[in-house]
């Protein structure tokens, strides 16, 4: 039986959202060694980098460069 989202109970998608993005971004730059100050600076920029583009300009910006 569906849910109201129409997903079957126990499926549901991962919850997801800007902040749980910025963290995953902080978990990965900490892992890889950068600076406090670093961290700090790219995750203020992604606070503009999310107002100004869309979930799909995003993806297409991961699949098009050469990371």
């Not at 990965?28 to 961290?39: L, N, T, V």
């Not at 700090?40 to 460069?65: I, P, T, W």
């Amino acid at each position: 039986m569906e849910n109201a989202f129409g997903t079957f109970p126990g499926f549901e998608p991962d919850e997801w959202n800007n902040d749980a993005c910025r963290g995953y971004v902080i978990m990965a730059m900490e892992d890889c060694g950068f600076s406090k100050k670093d961290i700090r600076r790219v995750v203020g920029q992604l606070y503009e980098v999310f107002d100004l583009n869309s979930v799909e300009d995003a993806k297409q910006k991961f699949h098009s460069s050469p990371y």
